[in-house]
């Protein structure tokens, strides 16, 4: 029986339609699944909606809806745009689904009767934008930031789960199982969050309740209280997993949800799985660690400029406008551009120099031109080679050495990488071509033995990217393979038959242009016209005026325009910026949290507004004294404040 590999996008939210951030996600799991197919695995391919929660209700009542209205709305959307790319889930499932509803019931009730989940009076810090509750150490870290005022104290009774409990196994799995998280450098920020600086103790129970909303699957026997949207959306990985498919090999995520992935649902999972006999304090049991995904792949973010394209900032590239320039190029294109784990500004022009250079002028041009010169020179029939120079020999090799390279950037989710090589061997072929001028040797018969080596190494090369290409490009390497003359379906191959050696059939048909030039000008000037109109300011959540002060309280805070001498990133973090800043008075150490939305050398040489008398505080080790003035909108991004050209180090600000 062949490898089971069960593979799961996150389940979006339906309160807007789907952007090329999900589309992203989508297609890159739909790439992963079609690529473990042709590694002869028996594949299953998850993704859908999570229907529940604050995000949806409000959204409804905005829109003056019931929010059941909203979401048989919307999550068709997403099902018919996967559809309409022609993906190959399996299965879409929707929270609302009654299946799923009553296995979160099901767990809930399991969960409270082991004593993972208890009820009680809960009196704390409430994150209005994360829909969660937050830890002491959050809430520094959100004050630091300038974004203290998203946080409101809330005093209801909740039902927790016993999340404290889990950080001995968690902490195991971190250490033995590393690659749990993918890329590596994301498990740091996982293990910060479970022990910050190697500290236990720290990891408080989550609460898996609400009262605030009532649009949510009803706490068994205390219906007041609705699931908290994260348990009840994990779960649906359960919930829609075919029988003997569990538990899932890959689950991509963007790293916005990379926690909820990587600590909350392996807890839920060691809790649902463990016996009860088991010492939460001695050894991670390896039966449980088997029931738990083997890795949560976090990518990186698509930006709009340096901001995140996000469906609540009205920034959205919407999928329509990449797919204009065909399925299989928008797909190479994410691919190929996305460094997996990091972030990746858009522009369409960027999209449209890829797809000239890569695959009217790479892939394209190579395609037309070797399979016109089979035509021309061979009838279409494909030569056997008879004889190697070296040159000959040398592309021999690298054609020989591309699969196993390809493959192997491929299992180590390095996409770019892998394409960036299959390109490069393709362009190795140009110069090839260039270099053994095949239209010269066609001119003196005695030269036919090394036309028809020139010949076949082309049509092997094609054949191998139409192969390796396949899961990225679905249709593009169709029509090569069909031009090729190679029947049946090219995703119906299997890698490990793919043999170079073995003479080629032929003949090859016509050349169907695989990808037609773009005239940059003219598609950029036609997508503007099409832009949906930016939201208005007016649709940002404006947060409420704070209480009245009196001016003597306002004085008492020291503020004075600082410049910035030096800044770097605190090493381990993605948001700390370490700055050395000249506050006329002298030079001082401060760290911000301001590393997501600004780059050390675009900080260096800038005048800001410190606040000066501010108690020293650590942040990861370091002393920081003081604070940059940052305004903020509802995507917690902080903008620094700017002065005035001409106001000088320590001047005060009042
Ligand atoms: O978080 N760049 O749903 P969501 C790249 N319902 N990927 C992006 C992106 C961007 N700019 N924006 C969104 C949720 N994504 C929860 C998930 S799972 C049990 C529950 C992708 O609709 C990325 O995969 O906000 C991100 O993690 C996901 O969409 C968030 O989708």
């Known amino acids: 029986m062949s490898k089971r590999f069960f593979i799961t996008t996150p389940m979006y939210y339906v309160n807007d339609q789907p952007h090329i951030g999900h589309t992203y996600t ?74 799923h509803i009553e296995l979160v019931q099901r767990r809930f009730r399991e969960l409270s009767a082991k004593g993972d989940i208890y009820k009680a009076e809960y009196e704390g810090l409430y994150s209005v934008s994360d829909e969660a509750f937050v830890t002491e150490m959050q809430a520094k870290e959100l004050q630091a930031q300038g974004l203290a005022h998203t946080l409101t104290t809330l005093k209801e009774a909740s039902y927790f789960f016993r999340l404290s409990a889990y950080e001995n196994w968690l902490i195991q799995l971190f250490d033995r199982y590393p690659e749990f998280v993918k890329p590596d450098f994301r498990l740091n920020e996982v293990k910060q969050f479970v022990a910050p600086n190697g500290e236990r103790g720290n990891l408080q129970d989550l609460s898996i309740s609400r009262t605030s909303i009532t649009w949510g699957i009803p706490v068994p026997g205390d219906e007041e209280h609705v699931v908290y949207v994260w348990f009840d959306a994990l779960l649906s990985y359960m919930s829609a997993c075919r029988d003997g498919y569990w538990p899932p090999q890959i689950q991509v995520v963007g790293k916005d949800i990379l926690r909820f992935h990587a600590v909350y649902w392996p807890a839920f999972l060691m809790s649902i799985f463990r016996k009860e ?75 449209m120099e890829r797809l000239n250079a890569d695959l ?91 036309l028809d080596t020139v010949l076949a190494q082309l049509y092997r090369a094609l054949r191998m990217t139409a192969v390796l290409a396949a899961p990225v490009m679905p249709d593009m390497c169709q029509l090569l393979w069909e031009s090729l003359g190679l029947p049946g379906r090219v995703e119906n191959q299997r890698f490990a038959d793919i ?6 059939p032929g003949p090859v ?130 903008y620094l404040i700017a002065p005035s050209d001409d106001a000088q180090p320590g001047f005060i600000v009042k």
């Not at 889930?89 to 929707?94: K, N, S």
């Not at 043999?499 to 080629?504: C, I, L, R, S, V």
């Open 509 to 638: 048909k016509d050349p169907r242009p695989l990808f037609a030039r773009i005239d940059k000008d003219t598609a950029i000037a036609e997508i503007e016209k099409q832009q949906p109109p930016q939201l208005p300011a007016s649709k940002l959540d404006v947060p409420e005026l704070r209480e009245t002060t009196d001016y003597d309280t306002f004085c008492k805070t020291d503020l004075r325009i600082g410049l910035i001498l030096e800044a770097e990133r605190v090493p381990k973090s993605d948001k700390l910026i370490r700055m050395k800043v000249d506050i006329g008075l002298e030079k001082r150490t401060i760290v911000g949290g301001i590393g997501k939305a600004y780059e050390p050398d675009q900080l260096t040489g800038r005048k800001v507004v410190v606040v000066a008398n501010l108690a020293p505080r650590k942040l990861m080790g370091i002393e920081s004294h003081g604070m940059l003035l940052c305004a903020s909108d509802n995507t917690s991004k902080p």
């Open 26 to 99: 989508t297609v890159l799991v739909d790439v992963l699944a079609r690529h473990h197919r042709m590694l002869g695995e028996d594949v299953y391919f998850l993704t859908g909606t999570d229907e529940h929660g604050q995000k949806i209700e409000k959204t409804a009542a905005e829109r003056g809806i019931k929010p059941r209205q909203l979401v048989d709305e919307v999550a068709p959307n997403f099902e018919n745009l996967w559809k309409q790319m022609e993906l190959t889930q399996d299965h879409f499932v929707r929270t609302t689904h009654k299946s």
């Open 277 to 351: 006999s088991d010492d939460l304090n001695g050894e991670l049991p390896e039966r449980v660690r088997q029931q738990l995904p083997q890795s949560i792949l976090a990518h990186g973010w698509w930006l709009m400029g340096d901001t995140k394209i996000s469906k609540s900032l009205g920034n959205i590239v919407r999928p329509r406008e990449l797919l204009h320039f065909g399925h299989s190029a928008a797909r190479y294109f994410m691919l190929r551009d996305m460094q997996i784990g990091h972030d990746r500004s858009f522009t369409f022009e960027g999209f």
């Open 499 to 504: 043999n170079f050696d073995e003479p080629a």
């Open 360 to 450: 009217a002028n790479g892939l394209g041009n190579l395609a037309s031109r070797s399979i016109s010169m089979l035509h021309k020179y061979r009838s279409g029939a494909v030569p056997v080679p008879a004889a190697w120079d070296t040159a000959d020999s040398e592309i021999k090799d690298l054609i020989g050495n591309t699969p196993s390279e390809y493959l192997a950037r491929m299992e180590q989710n390095n996409f770019s990488g892998a394409l960036e090589y299959l390109w490069g061997t393709l362009r190795a072929l140009d110069s090839y071509i260039v270099k053994s001028e095949p239209w010269n040797l066609a001119k003196d018969a005695s030269n036919s033995v090394k």
